[in-house]
């Protein structure tokens, strides 16, 4: 019997990912994926770290609607191994805490995801969370529904 999953494809330009979600400014750096959700009715999420200029780092967040949930932003373990820069990892050592299969982002709550929502309504990416990860670095973590 064969494994018939397959990783999911990993893009490093925003060619096309600007047709899926809105950019807020101009990334320095971008990867990102397009995925099946299991189990949500034939949903798909996206997933992105997008780095960009401190300054518009610094906008992007100030500017964000709020916070999705109240207190420390959770990621699941799978996310943090595979799309956290590794300099990030790094800077984030002593504030991350393990709960199982997740980690706890301490001091970072997750952002409300408005600046990356098409508003036009062209792109079925509206639901989701916005986690800033510091040193320029966002993660986007969208899907349909």
Same mark, same amino acid.
């Given at each position: 019997m064969t494994d018939t999953t397959t990783e999911p494809v990993v !893009? !490093?330009?925003?060619? +096309?990912?600007?047709?899926?979600i809105k950019l807020p400014a101009e990334p320095?750096? /971008?990867?990102?994926?397009?995925?099946?959700?299991? %189990?949500?009715? %034939?949903?798909?999420g996206l997933v992105a770290v997008l780095r960009f200029s401190q300054e518009d780092y610094d906008a992007? /967040?100030?500017?964000?609607e709020g916070h999705e949930v109240t207190g420390d932003a959770i /990621? +699941?373990?799978s996310f943090y191994d595979q799309w956290v820069p590794d300099e990030v990892k790094e800077k984030l050592a002593g504030e991350l805490h393990a709960d199982g299969e997740s980690i706890v982002l301490v %001091?970072? &709550?997750?952002?409300? &995801?408005n600046l990356f929502i098409d508003g036009e309504g062209s792109s &079925? #990416?509206?639901h989701g +969370?916005? #986690?800033p990860l510091g040193l320029g670095y966002i993660a986007v973590g969208l899907y349909t529904m």
């Amino acid at each position: 019997m064969t494994d018939t999953t397959t990783e999911p494809v990993v !893009h !490093h330009s925003v060619e +096309n990912l600007d047709e899926l979600i809105k950019l807020p400014a101009e990334p320095k750096s /971008v990867a990102w994926s397009v995925t099946d959700t299991t %189990g949500r009715d %034939g949903d798909s999420g996206l997933v992105a770290v997008l780095r960009f200029s401190q300054e518009d780092y610094d906008a992007i /967040v100030q500017s964000s609607e709020g916070h999705e949930v109240t207190g420390d932003a959770i /990621v +699941n373990q799978s996310f943090y191994d595979q799309w956290v820069p590794d300099e990030v990892k790094e800077k984030l050592a002593g504030e991350l805490h393990a709960d199982g299969e997740s980690i706890v982002l301490v %001091g970072r &709550p997750s952002l409300k &995801p408005n600046l990356f929502i098409d508003g036009e309504g062209s792109s &079925p #990416y509206i639901h989701g +969370n916005i #986690y800033p990860l510091g040193l320029g670095y966002i993660a986007v973590g969208l899907y349909t529904m």
